[in-house]
């Protein structure tokens, strides 16, 4: 009899003990489908924010701001040839919340969030009269300079200067539309040397000092016009749904 | 009487006997069938992340180092880190030709059936397709050229 009680002992624990090892192995199966993790889509999420943001990339003015006018009119094939993995999925492109390019439901996928700078260019035109001024400083940085000159009958501009570097020089007088470039690395300084030619004399003010003589004012006027970056905060959002 | 002494070691030997048959089928249902299959959906998805790590190396070293105006021309390389073997065996990652011969595809090759993948490659407009393979297990690295005309190299050593 006591054998017999024993046996039924063990094989109540034998029971018990597989129902514990058919219980682990659920346990370990769905542990296994809950870190599958789904690498494609945020490896092509990732991607997309990268390539957008690059420096080559026609979206970006420079590394890391993007252009307003050519980013909101981002198109599907323009996304597919920065990341060509992107082509068979979902993706959705979000500037500040706002939908910028969806294709299909990307709910579901992978999702990156950069923050960039979104910028655009402003121009600027002010016209200097050569009679009060020889010299501005323009209020914004910026990388390239239209000049338009225009000199009265009895004024030579010979010399540009941007700070104090010689940009422009003519000996015989400069007239008309000139570009030049400048550097945002410093605020923008021009200065213009003008000879005005007298009836009586010829004196000719020296090189290194704007015209500052006792003779008449020079006339004419320079038209500056330039194009400066204005930069504002923004967040970049990426979801691709493979 | 004598015959009563006899059942409990009798009994005793009966329980030893199954409970050792029973470890010894857990075992071969266990290591035979259940643990094989875990392990290798484990190296599939460690074969994916290897995947996906190599392929953002690649396209990191690739970034150009842009600035308005300026002409660089040179060599970088990067060494990259991946894991030597997946599921006990060196693997191989290959890079190969889209079908339109522009971009570029990583393509991980292992002995088992069960790992394995192919991952596109994001690059700029200008760089030409990726060439070369990488061995697991040695040094690994991207050697990017930038060419004085422009054009930008990236090969895997």
Redesign the interface.
Known sequence: M???A??TA?AVA?VV??GL?VGT?FV?ESA?IG???E??D??LA???S??LL????PTTI??GVLSERRFTNLSGSRVD?????VATAAVAVRLDGETVFQRGEPAAGARVTRATLLGRTEHRTTSIDLAELRETTLPHRTDSVSLDVSTGPNTTLRTVRMNDRVVLHNDSGLDGEADIESSTRDPTRLAFETVVTNASSTENDTDDAPAVSAGPAPTGSVVVRYGYLVQNGATLEVVVDV | MADRAV??V???T??VG??VL?VAL?SSV?FGG?VPE?RS??GA?IG??T??TA??AV??AV??P?R?GVDVSGERRVTVELPSTIRGAAYEIRSTR?ADGT?STLVLEHPSSAIGGR??V?L???VEPVEGEWRSGSELIVVVTFGSSGNVEVRLT
């Open positions: 006591r054998g017999q024993n046996l063990v034998l003990l597989s090892t192995v370990a296994l870190a599958s993790r690498t494609d945020s490896r990732t991607s997309l990268n390539r690059a420096g080559d990339a420079r590394p040839s920065l990341v060509p993995g | 059942t409990p009798v009994g005793k009966l329980e199954i409970l029973y857990v266990l259940v875990y959906a484990a998805e994916d992340r995947l996906a392929t953002d396209e990191a970034v150009e842009t308005p889209t971009g991952s596109s994001a700029p407009g200008g």
